[in-house]
């Protein structure tokens, strides 16, 4: 996928884009695509522009084993961790949409799909889209390399993209 | 031993040979004020190697997950700031073999009561999220 097609997406949305992994069907996991290159400011002072897009394959039945009772949204507790060896950082943190967010522990009574069988929960399984600007974890990077990108949702963890970091 | 540590546990396997992985152990449950030992084991190319622009131990990345609540992960570099010689790892024929010895109480205080999931990656690699749950 060319990087000009994460352009097009809008930060920190929740829609599908054409850069969006596809998930095989019914399959319970995180797909993660970024750019291949990212210009990184030349003053500590812009937060560069990080856009990658993640796919989250789940059941309600992983909903259930990863949230509990509570209605946890996947794409709230997404976490996206960053490395760049060459500058020695390693961070990490979620996708910030500044929307208010539903407490993830707070139960839901009246969902229906607590009625499900396991059997019948593991058969309903939905896609959800993250799409986080991360950028601001490299806020103050000026070091060209390498920066590796996975994403961790409970035990689920998505594979590892490499982006080239290269100075503006 | 002192820790974080290069040296191989008695009995510590090689990753198997033919391509690169990472391979991490993290016990199920541990009790708070006690050492929580995470070890493991890595084998890249030269080539995988190159790529990370140092050495690999320093790009050994450990992240702690307390149940799902992404705003709260917390991530290591165990390595980073550790004086590391040659050899610190083996060379098997195009390969470097490294292996790793962390303990995780070292860098959190693992005070979240709903349990954690410890993921490593190294470069591209990643290892699945282990649980960890807290006495």
Known sequence: MDDAAFDAVVANSTEEYACSPSVPENAIGLFLAAPIRLVVPA???TTPRLVVCLSIGFSILQHRRTF??????????AAFI???????????????DGKERIDDDEPNQADPSDQLSDEEAAAHT???HANPDLGYLLHGLTTPGTCFVHAVLGPLISNTVGIALVRA | MSLPST?????QALPPRGA?????????????????????SFRLCRAAAAVLGCAPHRALTVALVPGVHANAVRVFLPFVSLSLFDDDLLVQADDLVGF??????????????????????LGRLTSPA??????
């Open chain 2, 7 to 11: 040296r191989p546990l008695g009995g």
């Open chain 2, 100 to 121: 790793f010895q962390v303990d995780l109480a070292a860098y959190d205080k693992l005070d979240f009561d709903g349990g954690y999931h410890v993921c490593f990656s």
């Open chain 1, 126 to 128: 939905f896609v959800d």
């Open chain 1, 43 to 45: 003053d500590r002072r």
């Open chain 2, 20 to 40: 690169d992985a990472l391979i991490a152990t993290c016990p199920a449950t541990s009790a708070r004020g006690r050492p929580v030992m995470l070890s493991g």
């Open chain 1, 68 to 77: 509990g009772a509570g209605r946890g949204n996947p794409v709230n507790a």
């Open chain 1, 82 to 96: 960053l490395t760049v060896p060459v500058a020695g950082l390693a961070t990490g943190g979620p996708m910030i």
């Open chain 2, 130 to 135: 282990l649980p960890l749950a807290m006495r």
